[in-house]
């Protein structure tokens, strides 16, 4: 896998894309002891989208929808040869692999299931791959951002940016009920639609449920 430091550094000093329009940390120090990898990064001023969300107003909603849906535009000006990391390793998203089949997230095995999907493998870009509201820090009064947690970013099929958002739950607010809880899903996987990204849902849920049997028509 693509350990979290090694992204974050490719993001400061190798990005192609230049100075990014939004804030990242800097990593303090990391080490991998006895099987496990532990990383120190800056602290992001501000509070994460999560916490922020209740007490916004509806401008102030959309105006962060737009940013991160424009976030993800920006990145996938980044474009890569594969379905990996920013160093060539494996993309550690398990949505790309089946329930209940084999766990396995080389760039081999997850070309192989997005073509299985009809994604079109010919283009690979940047992504984040998990923009749930605890993973973005803001501060409505200064509309500053910031995105934490890179541990699951690389290349993906374009594709991807959207149906992830919509299929993701763990990109859920918090909340009493479903709509509650599915907001920021649902205004950004929108946003994303009218920015020209795609969505896969039905065909990767039949795919997904199915341990990797059903493939999109």
Same mark, same amino acid.
């Given at each position: 896998?693509?350990?979290?430091?090694?992204?974050?550094?490719?993001?400061?000093?190798?990005?192609?894309?230049?100075?990014?329009?939004?804030?990242?940390?800097?990593?303090?120090?990391?080490?991998?002891?006895?099987?496990? +990898?532990?990383?120190?990064?800056?602290?992001?001023?501000?509070?994460?989208?999560?916490?922020?969300?209740?007490?916004?107003?509806?401008?102030?909603?959309? +105006? +962060?929808?737009?940013?991160?849906?424009?976030?993800?535009?920006?990145?996938?000006?980044?474009?890569?040869?594969?379905?990996?990391?920013?160093?060539?390793?494996?993309?550690?998203?398990? +949505?790309?692999?089946?329930?209940?089949?084999?766990?396995?997230? #080389?760039?081999?095995?997850?070309?192989?299931?997005?073509?299985?999907?009809?994604?079109?493998?010919?283009?690979?870009?940047?992504?984040?791959?998990?923009?749930?509201?605890?993973?973005?820090?803001?501060?409505?009064?200064?509309? #500053?951002?910031?995105?934490?947690?890179?541990?699951?970013?690389?290349?993906?099929?374009?594709?991807?940016?959207?149906?992830?958002?919509?299929?993701? #739950? $763990?990109?859920?607010?918090? $909340?009493?009920?479903?709509?509650?809880?599915?907001?920021?899903?649902?205004?950004?996987?929108?946003?994303?639609?009218?920015? $020209?990204?795609?969505?896969?849902?039905?065909?990767?849920?039949?795919?997904?449920?199915? $341990?990797?049997?059903?493939?999109?028509?």
């Amino acid at each position: 896998m693509t350990w979290e430091h090694v992204t974050l550094d490719h993001l400061h000093n190798k990005c192609p894309l230049g100075k990014l329009s939004f804030a990242v940390p800097n990593v303090i120090h990391h080490v991998r002891s006895k099987g496990r +990898y532990f990383i120190i990064q800056s602290r992001m001023p501000g509070a994460t989208l999560s916490e922020a969300w209740p007490s916004m107003d509806e401008s102030t909603k959309e +105006y +962060y929808v737009s940013r991160i849906a424009g976030i993800c535009k920006e990145l996938a000006a980044w474009t890569g040869n594969g379905i990996h990391g920013v160093d060539g390793r494996n993309l550690s998203d398990l +949505y790309l692999t089946p329930l209940h089949g084999v766990e396995d997230m #080389s760039p081999r095995n997850l070309l192989g299931n997005c073509a299985n999907l009809k994604m079109d493998c010919s283009l690979f870009v940047f992504y984040h791959c998990d923009l749930g509201p605890g993973n973005i820090i803001v501060d409505p009064g200064q509309r #500053s951002l910031a995105v934490v947690d890179w541990e699951m970013a690389g290349f993906v099929p374009r594709e991807w940016v959207r149906t992830k958002v919509c299929v993701s #739950s $763990g990109l859920d607010l918090r $909340g009493n009920d479903d709509d509650s809880r599915q907001e920021w899903r649902r205004r950004l996987q929108r946003r994303l639609g009218q920015d $020209g990204f795609p969505e896969l849902v039905d065909e990767w849920m039949a795919w997904f449920m199915n $341990g990797g049997n059903q493939k999109a028509k």
